[in-house]
């Protein structure tokens, strides 16, 4: 072992080949989502998957997400293949490496932000005075460092939306997959969130960002549209 | 690598909190059904050591001859008659033949109005053989007792029980007194030394006592009575281990007495101390049955209504249950914090109930003649059976949650 081939090669943050996903396979109602999908993102990368309803794009960030397996192809999450971990070993790859982002930001309504921000901690034993700390800085990151006391509901969309994200960023995760994240706001807050997002990128981190708007795509480096389960590049840097 | 202990219990609590009337609710039957299983062990317990106490003390050197309840040739039930079937004669035949018997006594009872001024009251009357007292533990307190004369002189004499005796004279202790017992006027020969209430519950000092003979001629009255006949003859044994083959000496002599023929019934029994208190132990047997039923009805109910509330629970909180998935718990996460809900709902039930079912136990104790005994155990046994109940119905609902798509639980 003497040189290690990471150091002249970097591993792609996520490297699929021929990912297919078929649901109800072999009956009337069967549904080729992913009819054979290859993409891979290097660490860094801000990239915007697009599609109408129906292309499979939802079906695409579910396995990036790790919350499903695919029917055939491979997957190699930060260099860990999916496809051989059951439901536990799943989560705990969801938790180290995954930071979700959704539409409707899912932070829970009876915990202050700073609680939410915590909540992924428990899951990887982070101690709780530890917990805590990492907790104010991950808000303080996204601009939330004097709201840490507020529940959700005393929060604007925005604000509520940061909060998410910084849960996303509590542990460190490698990849952010967020799913229509400016879907819920209107266009002013969502430019301020997709400003977030430029700066995390960075900040080094990488970015996956789902829409099927081409104006939020607009603030990524690199597009890829999904459509009839084929990812197509799209037009380039 | 999963949640730890604490923060698993700290969600729960949390969650609870949100729901806590709900919660509280839930708990209820949990609480009935811990309250039922804590008076139902702690009064079979305290039958328990009674019946200890009573078989390991003076009681196991007791023998009790009574006229049986035999049935004539037939069948058909004997006349009144045959309740006299045993007599002084026989009583004074155990003395003399059965040379392991240490104290006998032959007795008569029933019931009068007794008399001092002003005061009266209606209470029990024994009419009794010498060794009656000690075979019953009976002290006096005050006075001389009985003369031999007043034995078979069939003297006017009587002593007084302490509750008869605070009765009719208050403070005074009402020797030489003449008190009178329906129409008979009496001396007061004695008190005895109260003895309080009885493992029954009666007031065992609210009696008067009369030499046998004085009983049969003064207060019995003008029934046919066969000559000599005594009620019940009572005896003890000097040693607590040849108590079965006293018992089954004093059965073959009085056969022998009676003229019963091998194969007739006996027209007596011969009871010793266990064989009473077996009928006691039957009468808790069934309350503790009755309770042990409530607690079972109790339990799988309210661990029923645990079920349906966690059930409801998983379906309203599914979004979060998604939550936590995507950002990295596990099945085995979302398991153990919804059974550790359900524990801890019937665990809060549990405590309340045992709290609930003490005081229920002193209260039985108390109203009731069972006797009770509470301990660490009762109330161990009470934990138990509350957190098992909370794992038993907690587990479905669990498993469910568990199993949850996060998928599907995030698109709600």
């Known amino acids: ?34 009819d054979g999908v290859d993409l891979r993102v290097e660490a860094g990368e801000f990239l915007a998957i697009m599609g109408p309803s129906g292309s499979g794009k939802s079906t695409l960030m579910n396995l990036i997400g790790c919350l499903d397996t695919p029917t055939a192809g491979s997957y190699r999450c930060d260099g860990m293949d999916v496809a051989l971990l059951d439901a536990e ?22 915990m202050s932000a700073l609680e939410n921000v915590a909540m992924p901690l428990g899951y990887a034993r982070v101690p709780p005075a530890e917990r805590e700390q990492r907790a104010r800085q991950a808000l303080a990151s996204v601009g939330l460092a004097d709201r840490g006391g507020h529940r959700p509901s ?45 700066r995390l990128r960075e900040d080094g981190h990488t970015v996956i960002l789902i829409t099927h708007d081409a104006e939020v795509a607009a603030h990524a480096d690199r597009i890829v549209v999904m459509r009839d389960g084929l990812l197509h590049e799209e037009g380039g840097p | 690598m999963s949640m730890t202990f604490s923060d698993i219990v700290r969600t729960a609590i949390f969650a609870l909190r949100g729901n806590w009337m709900r919660s509280a609710l839930t708990s209820l039957g949990v609480i009935i059904g811990i309250a039922a299983v804590i008076v139902m062990v702690s ?24 006229p049986g309840a035999g049935r004539g040739p037939g069948g058909a039930r004997q006349s009144a008659s ?39 009251l209606s209470t029990s009357w024994q009419g009794v053989q010498p060794d009656y007292f000690v075979i019953n533990g009976w002290t006096l307190a005050d006075g001389d007792g009985f003369d031999p004369q007043d034995y078979t002189g069939a003297g006017k004499v009587v002593i007084l029980g302490e509750t008869v005796r605070r009765t009719l004279f208050g403070e005074d202790s009402g020797i030489g007194q003449t008190v009178r017992l329906g129409r008979v006027p009496f001396t007061v020969a004695g ?62 002599l ?17 009871r010793n101390i266990s064989e009473i208190v077996a009928t006691r132990t039957a009468t808790t047997n069934l309350m503790s049955k009755l309770l042990g039923a409530v607690a079972t009805i109790c339990l799988v109910i309210g661990g029923i209504g645990i079920m349906n509330i966690m059930l409801v629970s998983v379906t309203e909180r599914i979004k979060e249950i998604g939550l936590r998935l995507a950002v990295g718990a596990g099945p085995t996460d979302v398991r153990r914090q919804f059974l550790a809900e359900a524990m801890l709902i019937s665990l809060i039930g549990g405590v309340i109930g045992i709290a609930i079912g003490v005081v229920g136990a002193l209260l ?45 639980a995030l698109r709600q």
């Open chain 1, 1 to 34: 072992m003497t040189a290690l081939p990471s150091a002249a090669v970097p591993v792609p943050v996520i490297d699929i080949r021929g990912l297919r996903k078929v649901y109800a396979a072999g009956t009337q109602a069967e549904v080729i989502a992913l």
């Open chain 1, 89 to 110: 070993a799943l989560a705990r790859l969801r938790r180290d490496k995954i930071g979700f982002v959704f539409q409707g930001f899912h932070l829970l309504p009876r």
């Open chain 1, 154 to 198: 005393e929060l604007s969309g925005g604000q509520q939306q940061r909060v998410a994200i910084a849960r996303a960023l509590i542990n460190a995760p490698p990849i952010l997959l967020a799913d229509e994240p400016t879907g819920a706001l209107d266009s002013r807050t969502g430019e301020e969130i997709l400003a977030l997002f430029k």
């Open chain 2, 43 to 66: 009064v079979g317990q305290g039958t328990q050591q009674e019946i200890d106490k009573l078989v390991s003390g003076l009681g196991s050197q007791r023998l009790d001859i009574s």
């Open chain 2, 82 to 120: 045959s309740f006299y079937t045993l007599t002084v004669g026989d009583a004074e035949s155990i003395r003399d033949e059965i040379p392991e018997v240490q104290y006998v006594a032959g007795s008569l009872r029933g019931n009068t109005q007794a008399v001092f001024a002003e005061n009266n």
């Open chain 2, 191 to 252: 008190t005895l030394a109260p003895k309080g209430q009885g493992g029954f519950g009666q007031d065992q000092d609210d009696v008067v006592m009369v030499p046998l003979e004085t009983a049969r001629r003064r207060l019995m009255g003008a029934m046919g009575m066969p000559a000599g006949a005594v009620m019940q003859i009572a005896l003890t044994v000097t040693d607590a281990r040849n108590l079965d083959y006293v018992q089954g000496e004093v059965e073959s």
């Open chain 2, 254 to 270: 009085l056969r022998q007495r009676h003229r019963i023929g091998p194969g007739d019934e006996d027209d007596f029994r011969v």
């Open chain 2, 364 to 408: 039985v104790g108390q109203v009731s003649d069972l006797p009770v005994a509470l301990n660490g155990r009762v109330v161990g046994l009470a934990a138990a059976f509350s957190i098992a109940t909370g794992l038993f119905f907690g587990y479905y609902p669990a498993r469910k949650a568990s199993q949850l798509d996060p998928i599907e």
